[in-house]
């Protein structure tokens, strides 16, 4: 009777789970769907405010709205520039800093790691005006004098963005915990080898970071290319805004142009997409390997 009962016990949880699943993926995946049926529907069909997913009369003229009405494949290269750009220097610097805190000893080491932690605490909002006024008096930069003074500084560059995360807390805590798991014996070994701390770093620690490193990648390269709110401050002349600060451009002061709106964000999601499903056995197995739960 008891084992019956613990059939049934583990039947219904089955159950539950598979049912809370298929809502979560549901939720999940019915307003992907239905931007892409919206990017495929004429005007009219879209202001009728049917919910139907399967448009009544397919068209692509919305994609090519997109591409004709605005500069978007300079939003594009510019999103991409920013966003590579921010993957090559957070996995740089968050591995050196990561490195330094998980295998060299130096003074102020534990609260030197805990400001840094204690900064992804600090909402990003917080830190706009601060880092705008920086970037804006930057000395000898965009017309700027010896001072700061003059000019725009660093502002409508690419630079705006890439140097303020340029070494993010959450790379140098994730690159830290892979870090700290690698043996201490590679480290004696090269150093008695006559190896400096940056061609230990380099040539012993660096290449086994290949794992975390895709996975570190993957989430800087979809943040960086999904943010809209620093892009729109300090990158907001016509040729150097992203591709997300773009498509705003098609939601006016009392109206919305939804065709080409959702044919534009079906087309920026295209890059992050396939990003992830080429990487996405070595996002799992980086997670795994820096012990975050």
Do not use: H
């Amino acid at each position: 009777m008891t084992g019956k009962l613990t059939i049934k016990r583990k039947s219904l949880q089955n159950c539950l789970w598979y049912v809370t699943v298929i809502l979560v993926s549901i939720t999940t995946v019915l307003p992907f769907v239905w931007t892409i049926s919206t990017s495929l529907k004429t005007g009219s069909e879209i202001l009728s405010g049917g919910m139907n997913f399967i448009p009544e009369t397919f068209t692509l003229d919305n994609y090519a709205e997109v591409f004709n009405k605005m500069p978007f494949m300079t939003y594009l290269k510019n999103s991409l520039i920013v966003s590579l750009g921010g993957v090559v220097t957070n996995l740089f610097f968050g591995s050196l800093a990561g490195y330094a805190f998980a295998k060299l000893e130096f003074r102020g080491k534990k609260i030197i790691y805990i400001i840094f932690l204690m900064t992804m605490m600090i909402p990003s909002i917080v830190t706009m005006i601060p880092n705008f006024m920086v970037l804006r008096g930057f000395p000898l930069a965009g017309g700027n004098d010896i001072t700061g003074q003059g000019g725009l500084g660093l502002i409508n560059s690419y630079w705006s963005i890439l140097l303020p995360g340029a070494a993010g807390a959450l790379a140098i805590f994730f690159m830290r915990q892979f870090y700290e798991q690698l043996p201490d014996s590679l480290y004696e070994a090269a150093r008695i080898d006559g190896a400096s701390e940056f061609q230990i770093f380099m040539k012993v620690y660096f290449p086994l970071t290949f794992a975390p490193m895709a996975t570190l990648g993957i989430m800087t390269f979809q943040a960086r290319w999904n943010q809209f709110m620093w892009p729109l401050i300090v990158m907001n002349s016509e040729k150097m805004k992203t591709v997300q600060v773009g498509l705003a451009a098609f939601k006016y002061d009392f109206t919305t142009d939804f065709g080409p709106l959702m044919a534009g964000t079906i087309v920026s999601m295209i890059p992050s997409i396939l990003l992830f499903m080429f990487a996405q056995k070595y996002y799992v197995q980086g997670i795994a390997e820096s012990g975050i739960k």
